[in-house]
Each structure stands twice: as structure tokens, then as C-alpha cells.
């Protein structure tokens, strides 16, 4: 079966310092991963997404991630994180098959302080 | 515009009533998904519907039923709600081939 581990669940950074928030995941073949973001009373938007080449991929709003398959790992990072960059961030792994469905992990809080 | 569109945004209801959550895409996507993310924000797949046919089910209460009319909907209808159903529940919709999911604003469900 597959799962995600957020291992931070509230994370508090300066406005200006640099980010990563981490992700493990588990999965019997090469996952999908994607990072999604959820700012307070919204909706879930999509940063960015592996599926296959690059272990690194750059995302909207200055996010990249990389995937890196010895430690199951696909870290979130931003160098210089901005005051509405303050939402939950969710890491999901997808199977393939006939469903593709979502595993979300359990979110990491990001406040931005001034 | 073109989206995952959800209705209704909000819905207070009592525990025991039965009420629905309607899901509409103007994507053309083929398969549509529920999820239900808790109070602790926790976001876990419901249903999945592939072209009106119903693909996942995942151990959800038979209380919940979804219909899909047609490709672009997928409505959920939840029977004798109990006070364990409050949470947000979000729409998605997919098109074959692809992996990437676009979601709808979500509908946050309280039941008093």
C-alpha cells in the first residue's frame, strides 16, 4: 500500500529565509509525487509534480522539489520564502493501475514571520 | 470559466438529515474523485468514478452514495448524517492518460 510521512507538521520560517519541508513516501514501484498547497479556506492548488526524468522539478511561486529514490524522499524547497507563502503544504503519492488515486500525507503548517 | 466547480461552498445541517454535495467539471475529464479532509486536515480518497462507472471505494459508511449522471458530474449523497461526517469535502476530476488531478474549492459540511 502505498503511504506519505510529513514529518514536520508546523514549521515557522522568517519571511526572506529559505525552506524545506519533508516528505518520505512508500511505494512498491516508481511513485508519482506531487506537492500541493492549501491557504486558509481554500481550495488544494498544485505546485509541481514528478513522474519520471529529472530529480529535480520546478514548481509555480519559486518552488522546487527533489526526488531522490535511495531515501524515498521528495523534499520541498524554496530559497527565499515570502509572507503569502503561509498555507498548508500537502505531499501525495499516486499509484498507477486503474484509479490513480491520491495518498495524501498529513500536511506540514508553514507560518511566515515578518 | 473552466474548473471543478462545487455547490454548495457551505452547508450546516442537524444530525439525522440527509443532504448532497454536487460536483460539476467542464474539463472533459473522464474520472472524478471525493475526498474528505477531517478537522485535523488529514485529506483521504472517498470515491473515484470513471466514466459513470465507480472504480474506488474506500471503506466508506454505505450512508455515503455517489452518483455520477453523467461524465462531467459527481454528486454525493450522505444519509442520516452524524456529527463525524463534519469535515471538507473536496471534488476532483482527472482525464485518462494523465496523472495530474484539478480540485474543486471544496464544501465545508457541519453537522450540529
Known amino acids: 500500500a502505498q503511504s506519505v510521512t510529513q514529518p514536520d507538521i508546523h514549521i515557522t520560517v522568517s519571511e526572506g529565509a529559505s525552506l524545506e519541508l519533508r516528505c518520505n513516501y512508500s511505494?512498491?514501484?516508481?511513485?508519482?509525487l506531487f506537492w500541493y498547497v492549501q491557504s486558509p479556506g481554500q481550495g488544494l492548488q498544485l505546485l509541481l509534480k514528478?513522474?519520471?526524468?529529472?530529480?529535480l522539478v520546478q514548481g509555480i511561486k519559486g518552488f522546487e522539489a527533489e526526488f531522490k529514490r535511495s531515501q524515498s524522499s521528495f523534499n520541498l524547497r524554496k530559497p527565499s520564502v515570502h509572507w503569502s507563502d503561509a498555507a498548508e503544504y500537502f505531499c501525495?503519492?499516486?499509484?498507477?493501475?486503474?484509479?490513480?488515486?491520491?495518498?495524501f500525507g498529513k500536511g506540514t503548517l508553514l507560518t511566515v514571520n515578518p | 470559466d473552466t474548473a471543478v466547480s462545487q455547490t454548495p461552498k457551505y452547508l450546516v445541517t442537524q444530525m439525522g438529515n440527509d443532504k448532497s454535495i454536487k460536483c460539476e467539471q467542464n474539463l472533459g475529464h473522464d474520472t472524478m474523485y471525493w475526498y474528505k479532509q477531517d478537522s485535523k486536515k488529514f485529506l483521504k480518497i472517498m470515491f473515484s468514478?470513471?466514466?459513470?462507472?465507480?472504480?474506488i471505494n474506500e471503506t466508506v459508511p454505505n450512508r455515503f452514495s455517489p452518483k455520477s449522471p453523467d461524465k462531467a458530474h459527481l454528486n454525493l449523497h450522505i444519509n442520516s448524517l452524524e456529527l463525524g461526517d463534519s469535515a471538507v469535502y473536496f471534488c476532483a476530476s482527472r482525464i485518462q492518460g494523465h496523472n495530474e488531478q484539478f480540485f474543486g474549492p471544496g464544501t465545508r459540511l457541519t453537522v450540529l
Open positions: 468514478y470513471n466514466n459513470k462507472e465507480l472504480i
Open positions: 511505494y512498491g514501484a516508481t511513485p508519482y
Open positions: 501525495a503519492v499516486q499509484g498507477g493501475g486503474s484509479n490513480y488515486k491520491l495518498t
Open positions: 514528478y513522474f519520471s526524468g529529472d530529480t
